[in-house]
């Protein structure tokens, strides 16, 4: 059973230019949450998705950012117009429900960096 | 949700047994206390997870006293590769709030 994939890896992007990060969950969860990691600091919640379906975006900023999970494919987390200060290391993880026990499995993440 | 404090850094020696303390003054009936353990360049890691006394499990265990105020994680005879940060998670929720965490270093 694979686990949680990201892609890419490593994103470099200029200013003013999109970034697009992929999560495809492990077989068999349907819930996805993303988090975002600034250098020496703890994970930060952005959002969770199910199937098709925005639950919490709490944590996300107002602008440039957004997220999708598709009937079909990965969760995409898309980061429009990006500054320097979006650089940073993005987490995505699933689960196999949204109670506290059950577990949520990360991925490797991707590391953007904004030139 | 209830607010965590752990110790920044820990050193250790390999063999040795290592015990990490996160505090959680604010804790609630319903909270969960969870560990991750994290890489560098890598996603956390789900450890242990308690609501109170002691569970164990291969990697580790956890010890919740009475009052659930704090909770200690305890790693049996650390090796190399148990170098990483750890972090103490309390809540009731799915939304995980990750503190700064516990940097545990081990030599040889």
């Known amino acids: 059973n694979a686990g949680v994939m990201q892609n890419p890896r490593h994103l470099v992007r200029r200013r003013g230019q999109e970034a697009r990060l992929r999560c495809s969950p492990m077989?068999?969860?349907?819930?996805v949450y993303w988090y975002r990691q600034l250098p020496e600091e703890g994970l930060k919640f952005m959002v969770y998705l199910q199937k098709e379906n925005i639950i919490d975006e709490s944590g996300m900023p107002k602008e440039r950012f957004s997220a999708e999970f598709p009937k079909e494919g990965p969760s995409i987390l898309r980061i429009q117009q990006v500054v320097r200060g979006d650089s940073a290391a993005y987490f995505c993880?699933?689960?196999?429900?949204?109670?506290?026990?059950?577990?949520?499995?990360f991925g490797p993440g991707t590391r953007l960096t904004v030139l | 949700l209830a607010k965590t404090t752990q110790p920044i850094s820990m050193d250790s020696y390999e063999g040795q047994e290592v015990n990490i303390t996160c505090s959680h003054n604010?804790?609630?009936?319903?909270?969960?206390i969870t560990w991750y353990q994290q890489f560098p360049s890598q996603g956390p890691r789900f450890i242990i997870q308690?609501?109170?006394t002691k569970v164990t499990n291969e990697v580790a265990s956890l010890f919740i006293p009475a009052d659930r105020k704090s909770s200690t994680l305890s790693l049996p005879r650390v090796s190399l590769s148990d170098t990483a940060v750890y972090y103490c998670l309390v809540g009731n929720t799915d939304k995980l709030i990750f503190g700064t965490g516990t940097r545990l270093q081990v030599f040889p």
């Open positions: 604010n804790i609630a009936t319903n909270d969960y």
């Open positions: 993880a699933s689960s196999p429900g949204r109670k506290a026990t059950d577990t949520q499995y």
């Open positions: 308690g609501y109170k």
């Open positions: 077989k068999g969860h349907s819930h």
